[in-house]
């Protein structure tokens, strides 16, 4: 159901949720009961058919729909396609995995339209009434200690700037989507730290379910995101984050390509032949290691993209190792035995080179697979 009348729009960002699609659906039309609504599914592309299982419903439903995303993921870019996606004067952000409670939806649109100054609602599970439900007493430090770093960055005194269950007014959410970074799995942090001026905010209580269907998408580089969103929000303008994490990965390549060449030398080969194969080790170390970090959201699959990838990436490097010996000896020539700020220089040069020629033509085509 789409256009006069629709109240409100649930987006769904999913990835490899197909059991739990009619679930939510069930859920959704037992708790909007009597209301004008419509549910997005944000697929990015679920190798098990999360956007065919959608599809199946909304044959007969026309209040479900599915934007499936071809090679790009992550939550916060789904969430933001689904937002922009609808004509719902109200918008909520919901996981697929049936953790959160969708019952409390009805009272946040209600909040909303009882209060034409608020701007959101937020499903918390640190007020009075919420709770994480069966969390281990890790997974609730780790939870404590990210909230902390997150309200460092907060334009408010938000307890769970870390939920994923809120719901905001359409055009306000529309009118900050240009400064949004889209970066990890926290939307409302973004949304909250983009905003131009505070938004007005209430916070709602609910108990954290335990998943039923599928495995939980909280892994390492799920967290490794969330602090590449902070940085991004307290210094991403003045260095943007992926040059930061190629350069960090590029740091850590030199080390890679030290050793390299310490075990060639070791087992005697020649120092040329050494150093072409240490060169080689640390250029692959670079690539798959930015493939999973740098460029999360571009990521190439398959063994023909990977191949090519790799091949340009190396391109790439080979030529910035070029520039970054030009630049560096050019220098050197200008200031005759100082050696240092010429080096400098040359690696700066090599890694921008680097950087800029790789995310055009290594990682620039989201839709390679």
Request: overall charge positive; some cysteine.
């Amino acid at each position: 159901m789409t256009g006069v009348g629709l109240d409100l729009a649930i987006v769904v960002p999913v990835f490899n949720e197909r059991g739990n699609v009619p679930l939510l659906v069930a859920a959704l039309d037992r708790a909007l009961a009597g209301r004008n609504w419509e549910v997005v599914f944000v697929d990015d592309d679920s190798p098990d058919g999360t956007a065919d299982a959608v599809r199946a419903i909304a044959r007969t439903d026309p209040r479900v729909r599915v934007l499936q995303r071809i090679g790009r993921r992550g939550l916060s870019s789904a969430c933001i396609e689904g937002m922009c996606a609808t004509a719902a004067p109200l918008v909520a952000v919901i996981d697929g995995d049936l953790q959160h409670d969708e019952a409390l939806l009805p009272r946040m649109a209600d909040l909303l339209a009882g209060d034409p100054a608020l701007d959101l609602v937020v499903g918390s599970r640190f007020v009075d009434g919420g709770g994480t439900g069966a969390w281990d007493a890790d997974r609730v430090a780790k939870s404590a200690f990210a909230t902390r770093l997150s309200r460092r960055v907060l334009k408010a005194d938000l307890s769970d700037p870390m939920s994923g269950f809120f719901m905001i007014r359409a055009d306000a959410v529309r009118a900050i989507v240009p400064r949004l970074s889209a970066i990890g799995f926290k939307i409302l942090l973004d949304i909250m730290t983009a905003a131009p001026r505070p938004l007005r905010f209430a916070e709602l209580p609910y108990v954290f379910r335990t998943r039923a269907v599928g495995e939980s998408k909280l892994d390492h580089v799920v967290a490794l995101e969330y602090l590449i969103a902070l940085y991004d929000r307290l210094a991403g303008r003045v260095v943007p984050v992926r040059f930061v994490l190629f350069s960090a990965i590029g740091a850590m390549g030199a080390i890679v390509h030290l050793a390299a060449l310490a075990v060639l030398l070791e087992v005697r080969a020649g120092f040329i032949a050494a150093t072409v194969a240490a060169t080689f080790v640390a250029m692959t170390f670079n690539f798959f290691l930015n493939n999973l970090l740098t460029y999360r959201d571009r990521r190439l699959r398959g063994t023909r993209a990977l191949f090519d990838g790799w091949v340009s990436f190396c391109a790439v490097c080979s030529v910035g190792a070029v520039a970054n010996v030009g630049v560096a000896a050019f220098l050197y020539d200008v200031r005759v035995g100082a050696w240092a700020l010429p080096a400098l220089a040359g690696i700066a040069v090599g890694a921008v080179w680097n950087f800029a020629l790789s995310s055009r033509f290594t990682w620039g085509r989201y839709g390679r697979k």
